[in-house]
């Protein structure tokens, strides 16, 4: 190999490789200081774009995850009325009943009367009861609340406010719960445990629906940190391997340079 002056090509040779083994070794420290593996866009421009896509993909399936819960939450909510309601319209069949007793005196029947009259006024409190300021049954007609139970907004559900106020509206005093009128209360009671069946039933299918979202959440995360995550025990491999590599291209940089000198020691 040639003497020469004014080009040292084993110290750019070195010089070169120990550019390249820092920058390994910067990417290794940015990748395990982060966390993950794409520190930069160049890093896998492909591998970020789906990434972004999954991250937000988790994101809407994590709200629409809350989205059913809150609906499930107004279905129990729902359904701890109707099972108050249940109860009042067995009182007040059982108030009917007793007020059919020969036995009994004007009067008594007048206190029942007065009871029954309370409670056909709490049915209309329950009636008008509300979760978030939604009403939990519909005065008229029954109407139907959309529910979306998939994160791309595809695959909907419907939850009912019954119309429950048209189950007692033929028997709002004690006489109308009476001898034969007592059908009355049974028909608005078979409605209203009708009305408890369906709840349940949309129940159910929200808690699988719920399930499901949870479920793809997880896998959607698994997915997402394959592509985004690193993987610490690889990179510290990597890590390792570059700061050896860093260090012996310094010493071999500091070798090439010291190797010109020999032209110095020709020209004495």
């Known amino acids: 190999m040639a003497v020469v002056i004014n080009t040292n090509s084993s110290a750019s040779f070195a010089s070169l490789n120990l550019t390249k083994s820092s920058d390994l070794l910067q990417k290794s420290l940015a990748r395990l200081s982060s966390g993950s593996k794409i520190s930069t ?26 989205n059913v819960a809150n609906a499930l939450s ?15 319209l067995d009182r007040m069949s059982e108030l009917g009943t007793l007020a059919g007793d020969v036995t009994k005196s004007t009067a008594d029947i007048a206190n029942y009367s007065t009871e029954y009259s309370n409670l056909v006024t709490e049915l209309g409190k329950l009636s008008a009861d509300q979760f978030n300021g939604i009403s939990l049954f519909s005065n008229a007609s029954s109407t139907q609340l959309e529910v979306f139970i998939s994160q791309d907004g595809t695959q909907t559900m419907s939850i009912s406010q019954s119309a ?14 009476t001898g034969s009128n007592i059908a009355a209360v049974s028909t608005a009671i078979q409605d209203v445990s009708t009305l408890m069946a ?7 299918r929200l808690q699988f629906a719920l399930d499901s979202l949870n ?29 050896i590599l860093v260090q012996s291209g310094a010493a071999m940089l500091s070798q090439a340079n010291a190797a010109s000198q020999i032209a110095l020691k020709l020209l004495q």
Not at 164 to 177: K, P
């Open 198 to 204: 369906d709840n349940g039933a949309q129940a159910s």
């Open 215 to 243: 479920v793809n959440k997880v896998n959607l995360e698994a997915a997402n940190s394959r592509i985004y995550d690193v993987d610490v025990a690889a990179e510290t491999t990597k890590l390792a391997r570059a700061n």
């Open 41 to 66: 866009p160049s890093d896998d421009a492909g591998g970020l774009a789906v990434s972004m896509k999954l991250q937000a993909a988790i994101k809407r399936t994590d709200a629409t995850a809350t």
């Open 74 to 88: 107004f279905l129990q909510t729902q359904a701890g009325s109707l099972k108050s309601i249940a109860s009042v």
């Open 164 to 177: 429950v106020t048209s189950t007692w509206e033929q028997i709002t005093s004690l006489g109308e719960a």
